[in-house]
């Protein structure tokens, strides 16, 4: 009897660690596929004239300076608003904050705020800041609908930093005669930095990679436009060029460049949030 139970349960973990062995292997097969299918597709009609012009239907060229420019203007942007407003109200319902009834529901109504599809947030955006607020179709109308979306992401991981904090560094900072304020700046801050700042790079990751809510509140332009020129212009991102040239134009072969464009920046922006988690890691140890 022993031997037959042992025997079931030799078969039953060898069958269990072949299942999971599959479904990495599956999903490594499934990651590598879609990248190197992109990758292919892709590489091969990105040119310097594709990266460093703007379109002209007259010529019949075709350029992204414009649509690169929009993105990094849609970064800057969004972080400008959404640092300062995440980042604080993280240190306020940590730090601050004493009742723990409100913080819950704050946190519950963060974690709402992350799972609400993309596309709502461009209509409320729509109707917000384009219309309500009479910004137009705008970057900025576009940037301030991503500050809505990427604040539960800032908010939680800087929460989750200021809890890494061992509290004695706190009372260490009280018992020394220093104010809230400047424990907080001198002492828990610079223990969670690695934190905040892996959350900023997987936010400006998002930010890149968002489409759904710019479609209506950035516009389709390709533009080449100044900073502040370009921030209150319609402009289209990155990926909203790769729906217009695949969807609307019918343009694959754009399509596929920018993709892999897209997939490339994905890939080293994950990469460096990886490597500044680990150096601030070995900095703070």
């Known amino acids: 009897m ?12 060898k069958t269990m660690k072949f299942l999971m062995g599959a479904s990495v292997f ?3 097969a499934l990651i590598v596929a879609i990248i190197g299918y992109v990758l292919i597709r892709g590489i091969p009609n990105i040119t310097w004239e594709f990266l460093s012009t703007k379109p002209s239907y007259l010529s019949g060229t075709i350029g992204i300076l414009p649509d690169i420019l ?5 970064v800057i942007t969004t972080l400008v608003f959404v640092l300062p ?9 940590t730090e601050y904050a004493t009742n723990k ?13 992350s799972g609400i599809p993309s596309i ?18 705008s970057i900025l109308a576009g940037a301030l609908t991503l500050v809505i979306m990427n604040l539960p992401t800032i908010m939680r991981t800087t929460q989750e930093s200021l809890k890494t904090v061992p509290q004695s560094y706190r009372e260490g900072g009280f018992g020394l005669g220093a104010g809230r304020w400047r424990v907080i700046r001198t002492v828990v801050l610079p223990g969670c930095i690695d934190g905040i700042i892996t959350g900023c790079i997987l936010t400006v990751g998002r930010i890149v990679g968002e489409s759904a809510a710019l479609l209506f509140t950035a516009g389709f332009a390709h533009a080449l436009n100044g900073f502040f020129e370009g921030v209150t212009s319609p402009g289209a991102s990155l990926t909203v060029a790769l729906y217009v040239y695949a969807k609307e134009q019918g343009e694959f072969e754009v399509a596929f460049a920018i ?23 070995k900095r703070r140890g």
């Open 2 to 13: 022993k031997e037959s139970l042992g025997s079931k349960r030799n078969r039953y973990i």
């Open 26 to 28: 599956l999903t490594c």
């Open 70 to 74: 929009n993105t990094v203007y849609l």
């Open 85 to 93: 407003l995440g980042v604080g109200a993280a240190i306020y319902l």
């Open 101 to 113: 009834k409100v913080v819950a529901v704050i946190e519950y109504a963060a974690e709402t705020l």
């Open 120 to 137: 709502i947030y461009g209509l409320v955006g729509m109707l917000l800041f384009c219309q309500f607020m009479s910004l137009k179709t």
């Open 259 to 281: 993709a892999a464009i897209l997939m490339v920046l994905t890939v080293t922006i994950n990469l460096s949030a990886t490597m500044v988690g680990k150096f601030f890691e």
